[in-house]
Structures are given as C-alpha cells and as structure tokens.
C-alpha cells in the first residue's frame, strides 16, 4: 500500500494505492465529479484500488495536482520485475483511443485529447510516474467519451505493464540510482 499527500498552497492532495485483491473500496472525492469518475476508471480498468481526497483553489491546480500525485503513487507501485510495456485500444460509442505505455523510468507524453485540462493531466500524469505515454485518439466527437475511452486504455495498459514475470525486462536489468555522501575534500 501507497501512501502520498501533496500539499501547496494552491492545493491538498491524499492518495492511497493499494494493490491488494482484499483492498477496502475507493473513495474519490476531489469535488470535480468528472475527474472522480475518470479516477475510478483508471483505478478499476488497471486493477488496483485507488482513494484520492484532493480540494484545491482552482480547478487547474486541482487536477494537474491530482494527476502529479497519481503519477507519483502509481510510479512507486510498478514492481521491478514485470512486463513494463502495455498497449490497448478501447472503443466507447464514437471514441476509439489506443494508449501505449513504458513504465522503464522516462518520462514522456504524447497526445493530444481534446480537452487541454485532461491532456495536461495525462502529461502531468506520465511526468511524475516516470512512464513514456502515447495516447492516440484514432476516432471520437464527444469528448467525454474520448478522455473516459483514453483513462480505460491506459488503465489496461498499466495492468499489463504491471503483469507479473521473474526478470527485469531491459537489455541493462535492474538500475540503481542512489545518493552517495561526498567526501571533505569534494
């Protein structure tokens, strides 16, 4: 289990990740019911239980901070051994939304969605996380139904992603990044 909380002055963020199958039951209370919706839906689609309490000054600062804390949780929560790469395309009515995903530690985004609050979540999403995310609108008039068809892909994908296997899936295995002290003399 994951926890996080991120606070600014603009907002105040709580996030809990558990990737347990007896998990207690998400709550999602944000006070934008969209984007508690679409948070649900990633949360079900990857297959973990996801709770994020979050109030904010504006409703900018509140989901990119939302997406920036996510990132954060889901990005910690990757196994080091697992499949790392995931792709699904989903279609919803008139959406139809591929997502693609590498959770090997670089950040990158790719869309557009066509909502510039929703397509900065996804960035913000991506960039905290580590992950390279390719999101591709193939099809789609209602926006709704493209951003939920984009938050069902990559929720598949990252359940992919995070499939079991015994080895690290990289050409270089594991990497170590840690602090070292420095000494007196530099």
Do not use: N
Request: glycine content about 10%.
């Amino acid at each position: 289990m994951i926890r996080l909380e991120r606070t600014t002055r603009e907002t105040r963020v709580r996030v809990t990740l558990d990737l347990a199958a007896d998990a207690a039951p998400p709550v999602l209370a944000t006070g934008e019911p969209f984007l508690d919706h679409m948070l649900a839906t990633l949360g079900r689609y990857a297959g973990i239980a996801l709770s994020v309490e979050a109030r904010g000054d504006l409703r900018h600062h509140l989901v990119e901070d939302v997406a920036i804390t996510v990132g954060e949780a889901v990005g910690r929560a990757m196994p080091g051994a697992c499949a790392r790469y995931g792709h699904r395309v989903v279609p919803m009515d008139d959406a139809l939304v591929a997502a693609t995903l590498d959770t090997g530690g670089r950040a990158y985004w790719e869309g557009p969605l066509p909502s510039a609050l929703y397509d900065h979540w996804f960035r913000s999403f991506a960039d905290a996380a580590r992950f390279t995310l390719h999101v591709q609108v193939i099809r789609g008039r209602d926006r709704h139904h493209i951003i939920e068809s984009a938050f069902k892909a990559v929720g598949l994908a990252l359940k992919d992603a995070r499939a079991g296997t015994d080895a690290v899936f990289s050409t270089k295995g594991g990497v170590s990044l840690k602090e070292v002290p420095c000494s007196p003399e530099g």
